[in-house]
């Protein structure tokens, strides 16, 4: 099975007057939708905007797996256990909240940030908070996420390039960039599938494209 969501149906968020624009694809904070909270271990998938200065102040999480996808721009980041850093485009970070961690979001550049930012249900709650960065992540080497069972694929692909899927018990399909097909369905920057059960699945660019891949168990829940 094969659900779309469109860009154009994710729910309005953040906040406009502090250059904040958020896109929610799940139920998020006041937006509830009982039949939208998660999708095997994924929870949210936030795209984020952010103008020059904006940010989000520190603020804490817990029993989450955090994993930000820069789209352009430069997104720092501080958290309260020492880290202090700043992530590009073509960097994955990974932030494991665990038993609780508070951090700091911001744009501290002159251009404006483009993010997705994607959380996870570990499958143990608790633990010690943990961060990660890979710079410059190759379509190759995908990141895993074992405490949610889940694995991240980056597909960049040039019009009329095909790429295969993984084969899996579900998978989410994010297009951050460029337009796609995907068992006869177009999707464009901002769409989503949503795909259970499914095999011999490949990706065909229809122009220049970026997406982002989740590879979950279903016993993560969905």
């Given at each position: ?44 998938c ?29 997104l ?12 590009g ?16 979001e ?36 995908p ?35 460029g ?9 464009a920057?901002?769409?989503a ?9 490949a ?20």
């Open positions: 099975m094969i659900r779309i969501q469109r860009a154009g149906e994710r729910y309005s968020g953040g906040d406009p007057e502090a250059g904040i624009d958020t896109r929610h694809a799940f139920s998020f904070g006041s937006h509830y939708d009982p039949d939208n909270l998660r999708f095997g271990a994924l929870i949210a936030n795209e984020e905007r952010l103008a020059p200065g904006a940010g989000f102040d520190e603020h804490p999480h817990s029993h989450t797996e955090i994993v930000t996808w820069v789209v352009e721009g430069e720092t980041h501080r958290d309260s256990a020492g880290h202090a850093t700043v992530v485009p073509g960097d994955v970070q990974h932030l494991s909240s665990a038993a609780g961690v508070r951090h700091v911001r744009n501290d550049g002159t251009e404006p940030l483009v993010f997705v930012q994607m959380w996870l249900a570990p499958a143990e709650p608790g633990g010690e908070p943990s961060y990660d960065v890979v710079r410059g992540i190759a379509d190759a080497t990141y895993a996420l074992p405490a949610a069972g889940a694995m991240l694929h980056v597909r960049r692909l040039e019009t009329g390039e095909r790429a295969a899927l993984p084969d899996a018990d579900l998978l989410y399909v994010h297009v951050v960039r337009t796609v097909r995907l068992a006869g369905e177009e999707l920057a901002g769409d599938a949503r795909v259970s059960a499914e095999r011999d699945l990706l065909l660019a229809t122009g220049d494209a970026e997406v982002l891949v989740w590879e979950m168990r279903s016993a993560s829940g969905g």
